[in-house]
């Protein structure tokens, strides 16, 4: 089986760091967030926009007025 070395290096350059902190990942979450708020890049958060809905949730998305549920057509 083919072994990519780059994708290898990541597995274990990826184990390497949870291991630093005994695998816990509320942690791991912590350092992240802190390397995040050093790094002075902005932040963006992409919130939902109002009236759209996933496609699972069985809700028409508001796009229009002519919005239509589409979740129960039958094939």
Known sequence: MFQDE???EIHRIREEYSRSFNHDLKAIFADL???????GR???TLSRKPGLTTRWSGRARDLDEDA???SRRST
């Open 33 to 39: 967030q802190k390397q995040q708020a050093e790094s």
């Open 68 to 70: 239509k549920d589409t």
């Open 42 to 44: 902005e932040v963006v």
């Open 6 to 8: 780059i994708v290898e």
